[in-house]
């Protein structure tokens, strides 16, 4: 399935668009409050500095990482999971922005995942060329919990698999502002993102961040 692959940026929220049964994309969602989490992400960034971890296999993943909340997720090479402090620094986290975590329980609510209370916030930095392979999320603890995904920055073609790595993926291209909810019957699905093209964003560059909140632990 493709969906709007060949859109124009988003400018205004649209109706959700449910794309797999628990998967909802929410086009623009958070648009209105871009200052707000960017100045934020540059706070968060100032207090644990991206870096690019190290697979359990001993790769350098292309994507730069870091976090903020009460968990954050790392890999080295004896494996992934989440910590309460940045092994880079032995501090913890930075807290985690009010902006990020209202926004995340509105999307959830929004995408039918009222409650969500998220505790962890990774947030991902692609240049182009950077891509994500095919992965679930399976570190947290309830699967109960949906993952609320909010895009930044140029633009990603974000793959959504099935439950099994060798499932067919639909492919969205995510823009500046949109949020992804998957949660339920979806919150296993393997997902992961293309390598990027080049493009330059008016405010962030030729870069795009990624936040995907959590509930971890
Ligand atoms: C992730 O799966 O952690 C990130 C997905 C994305 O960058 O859109
Ligand atoms: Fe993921």
Known sequence: ?????????????????????????LRAFALKDENAILAAIGQVAAAAP??????????????????????????D??????????????????????????????????????????????????????RLTLHQDRNEKDFAQPIVSVSLGIPAVFLFGGPKRADRCARLRLLHGD??????PARLRF???MPLAPAV?????????????RRAG
Request: hydrophobic content about 40%.
């Open 201 to 213: 964003h008016p405010l962030q560059g030729a870069q795009r961040i990624n936040l995907t909140l």
């Open 1 to 25: 399935m493709t969906l709007d692959l060949f859109t124009e940026p988003s400018t205004e929220p649209a109706p959700p668009e449910t794309f797999a049964p628990g998967a909802v994309l």
């Open 77 to 130: 090479r004896s494996g992934y999971r989440y910590t309460s402090e940045d092994p880079q620094s032995g501090r913890a986290w930075p807290a985690m922005p009010a902006i990020f975590r209202a926004l995340a329980q509105s999307a959830a609510a929004q995408a039918g995942f009222a409650g969500f209370e998220p505790d962890a916030c990774l947030v991902n930095r692609y240049q182009p060329g950077t």
């Open 50 to 75: 991206f870096r690019q971890m190290e697979t359990p296999g001993g790769f350098r993943m292309s994507v730069a990482m870091t976090n903020c909340g009460a968990l954050g997720w790392v890999t």
């Open 191 to 193: 997902h992961g993102v």
């Open 179 to 184: 949020v992804v909810v998957w949660g339920g």
